[in-house]
């Protein structure tokens, strides 16, 4: 949280500034500190371990794991709450119902604006009042949301579709990809993620392309597209081959942010094969280009992929990242060169090559 906002990529009021002077509120650090009871880890953990295990001070009584970083952007910054004890109680909810947090606070900042520009009032809520910083929304929301009732019914249909059925210009502040609320990870502060998030399989997720390598580097370094395809590119691969491992994604951290020799020692020495490096990399490329010939099949196409209109048209007010935007015509810049990496046509769509040097010859005939 803390780190993230002194960048200056924190998603605050539905991403309308991206820095906020509460975030120290909400922070890992106050977590600890003042709700903090164990830690948990899986078995032969290389990190330590990653789940908090804390308490509302308000309910003793409500104990959850979590909130990480992701749940306290959705339920914190992104809808100004800065009360740990109600994103605490809202997470356990969330937990219990089955939502998720990013896509649950997504929504719910959604229509903290839509209050905030007009477009919806407590008529339409049944009562709730959805203003910036109000916590009690969001306890009373994720009831509302599991058990479709009320406004619950028309929330929980994501943000998508609810700026479709509000209109009024409502898209233009409609952060999503695809129909994914995105996570708390910038595609205006970190190029990475703008064509990361816009080829993602998923649409709006962190677990394709990776954030971690672009926050090591400065602004100037951040303001460019050098290198940002290459990071897109090769960190994806490694996401899908950690998949395929089964290994946690922070241990990115431990073995490497791209694939690397210990991934294929890892490998080969368990299973018993005798996989390179280049072989391990086309492995992930076939799982990619796998699910982009699913998604394709489905209809998507070039004009798909990209990011919200406020992340291409309004630059950050504030802030570390001031100024930054991912210019349409650098989305575009993008597209090409990761299509072309990828062995795709300028629409997207896997080549017939591509297909039969991945082994993927049956499906030639889908598209």
Not at 197 to 221: F, I, K, M, N, W
Request: hydrophobic content about 35%.
């Amino acid at each position: 949280m803390k780190p993230i906002n002194t960048v200056g990529g924190l998603g605050t009021h539905n991403w309308q500034t991206e820095s906020w002077d509460k975030a120290d509120n909400i922070s890992g650090d106050r977590l600890v500190a003042d709700h903090s009871l164990r830690i948990w880890a899986c078995y032969a953990c290389s990190l330590g371990g990653c789940t908090r295990v804390v308490r509302s001070n308000r309910d003793p009584s409500v104990v959850t794991e979590g909130p990480e970083y992701e749940t306290l952007f959705a339920l914190g910054s992104n809808c100004g709450v800065d009360d740990l004890d109600k994103i605490i109680e809202t997470d356990r909810l969330c937990d219990d119902y089955g939502l998720d947090t990013i896509s649950f606070g997504g929504a719910i900042g959604f229509v903290m604006e839509c209050f905030q520009r007009g477009l919806l009032t407590e008529q339409d809520s049944g009562g709730i009042d959805f203003s910036f910083g109000n916590g009690d929304a969001l306890n009373a929301a994720a009831h509302l949301v599991a058990k479709q009732e009320g406004f619950g019914k028309f929330l929980g249909q994501g943000v998508k579709a609810m700026a479709a059925q509000i209109g009024q210009g409502a898209d233009r502040f409609a952060c999503h990809i695809r129909g994914l609320e995105p996570p708390g990870h910038s595609a205006r502060a970190l190029k990475v993620m703008g064509i990361g998030y816009a080829v993602s399989t998923r649409g709006g997720s962190h677990h394709d392309a990776r954030p971690s390598l672009e926050y090591r580097l400065d602004l100037e370094q951040r303001r460019s597209t050098k290198g940002k395809v290459s990071m897109a590119y090769d960190t994806a691969d490694w996401s899908a081959v950690r998949d395929s491992m089964i290994v946690c994604s922070f241990c990115e951290g431990v073995f490497g942010f791209m694939l690397g020799q210990d991934h294929v020692d890892l490998i080969n020495h368990t299973v018993g094969w005798d996989l390179t490096l280049e072989e391990l990399a086309e492995i992930g490329c076939r799982v990619h280009t796998l699910e982009r010939s699913f998604n394709c099949r489905e209809g998507l196409r070039r004009k798909d992929d990209t990011v919200p209109r406020r992340f291409l048209h309004e630059k950050i007010p504030d802030g570390q990242s001031k100024g930054l935007r991912l210019k349409p015509e650098e989305l575009q810049q993008m597209l090409d060169a990761y299509y072309d990496r990828r062995g795709w046509d300028e629409n997207g769509v896997p080549k017939i090559e591509t297909l039969s040097r991945l082994g993927l010859e049956d499906l030639v005939s889908i598209f």
